[in-house]
């Protein structure tokens, strides 16, 4: 029998330079850190919003993230308005983040939903988007969703 109640708990990400990270992390999507070990051989940190753990970090990948790879297509954030996605755009664009599309788009031709698909310090696929007010925007990758093509 399958669970009744399943939900995501927290994702966990290897990264190659945890204070980097945490920093990244931290400053775009305004997580605290929850927990963190400086202990060699046993780095990590949990970061969180609101009391939930969301994200830990794990300097365990030896190289960049490889899209080219089984795994981790591309991790996606929701946020509530079209407005706190170009505050994180902005924020983004003041780290020098790498963008996967120029500014906003939609999920695909006529969605309202889109957001900005860019990379962390990896070169991790993240997406932040809001389910309403990309309407307006040019859709980037025509008959297929957006988010699966970057």
Known sequence: MAPSNLRTGHVGL????ISRSVDFYVRVFGFEVVDRSTEPGREFAFLGRDGRLVLTLW???????DGGT????????QVDSMEEVRAAEARL????????????????EGASSG?????DPDGIRLEIYAPTGAE???????????CGFF
Do not use: I, K, W
């Open 93 to 108: 664009r003041e780290l020098s983040a790498d963008f996967a599309y120029d500014g906003v788009v939609p999920h695909g």
């Open 70 to 77: 089984a795994g981790l297509h591309h991790l996606s954030f």
């Open 115 to 119: 957001g900005v698909f860019f990379h």
């Open 136 to 146: 307006s925007a040019r859709v980037p990758v025509t008959a297929a969703p957006t």
């Open 59 to 65: 300097p365990q990948g030896g190289t960049p993230f």
């Open 14 to 17: 290897n990264v190659t330079d």
